[in-house]
Nanobody, 116 residues
C-alpha cells in the first residue's frame, strides 16, 4: 500500500520558518522523483520544488527560490522542505508528490498558515 504522509505544517508569523517532512512507504522510493506542491482554495495546485531520485537535481518555483530548500534521505524514505522567510502568500496546503514517468502518488497534505 502506497503511503505519503506529510507533517510539519502549522501557524507561523511572517518571516518565520517551518520544515515539512514526508514519509513514504509502499513503493521503491529511491527511483521516484519527489516534489512538493501547494494549493489554496479556488486555485490550481502548483509546483513548489522538485528533487530527482538521486537528489542530484533540484528545481524550484520562482516564488520560493532562495527561501525554500528541498532535500531527501533515500535511506529513510523521506523528503523534506525547509521553508524560510515565510510570507503571508505562502499560506496553503502543501502536498508531497512522488512521480515515476506516468505513475504518480500524492499525500493528504499539511496546512501551512503564515499570519501575524
Amino acid at each position: 500500500q502506497v503511503r505519503l504522509v506529510e507533517s510539519g505544517g502549522g501557524l507561523v508569523q511572517p518571516g518565520g520558518f517551518l520544515r515539512l517532512s514526508c514519509a513514504a512507504s509502499g513503493f521503491i522510493f529511491n527511483i521516484y522523483d519527489m516534489s512538493w506542491y501547494r494549493q489554496v482554495p479556488g486555485k490550481e495546485r502548483e509546483l513548489v520544488a522538485m528533487i530527482s531520485s538521486t537528489g542530484g537535481i533540484t528545481n524550484y518555483a520562482g516564488f520560493v527560490k532562495g527561501r525554500f530548500t528541498i532535500s531527501r534521505d533515500n535511506a529513510k524514505n523521506t523528503v523534506s522542505l525547509q521553508m524560510n522567510s515565510l510570507k503571508v502568500e505562502d499560506t496553503a496546503v502543501y502536498y508531497c508528490n512522488a512521480q515515476l514517468t506516468v505513475l504518480q502518488y500524492w499525500g493528504q497534505g499539511t496546512e501551512v498558515t503564515v499570519s501575524s
